[in-house]
Nanobody
Framework: QVQLVESGGGSVQAGESLRLSCAAS????????MGWFRQAPGKEREGVAF????????YYTDSVKGRFTISWDNARNTVPLQMNDLKTEDSAVYYC???????????????????????WGQGTQVAVSS
């Protein structure tokens, strides 16, 4: 099991940036898949961005490509999510999540499935106003 604690949410205006972070501990190895989901009021939880702790493959949902960047900080065991050019539709509670390999983005596992992720953080709110 992996323990996850998010930080960095807040309120910004459209076009501004925020950086979320997720501190991870526990059963992590070089194949662990770490990532972020988000859930807006009245909407289903959706996968946003994912990265493998061993480096290499990343996955982004189409609506954030070119604006969000996910990485794995091996020295700090954290998963930063840099969010630039934020839009009002990015407003949601953001959840850090983890699962064993594979990460989404391959032909075997093209899209994230919520039920496959066994570890979750408590969530952090992001509010973007126009």
């Amino acid at each position: 099991q992996v323990q996850l604690v998010e930080s960095g949410g807040g309120s910004v205006q459209a076009g501004e940036s925020l950086r979320l972070s997720c501190a991870a501990s526990g059963d992590i190895d070089r194949t662990t898949c770490m990532g972020w989901f988000r859930q807006a009021p009245g909407k289903e939880r959706e996968g946003v961005a994912f990265v493998t702790t061993g480096g290499g493959r990343t996955y982004y949902t189409d609506s954030v490509k070119g604006r969000f960047t996910i990485s794995w900080d091996n020295a700090r065991n954290t998963v930063p999510l840099q969010m630039n050019d934020l839009k009002t539709e990015d407003s949601a509670v953001y959840y850090c999540a983890a699962k064993p390999a594979p990460c989404p983005g391959s032909w075997l596992y093209p899209r994230p499935r919520i039920g496959d992720f066994s570890s979750w953080g408590q969530g952090t709110q992001v509010a973007v106003s126009s």
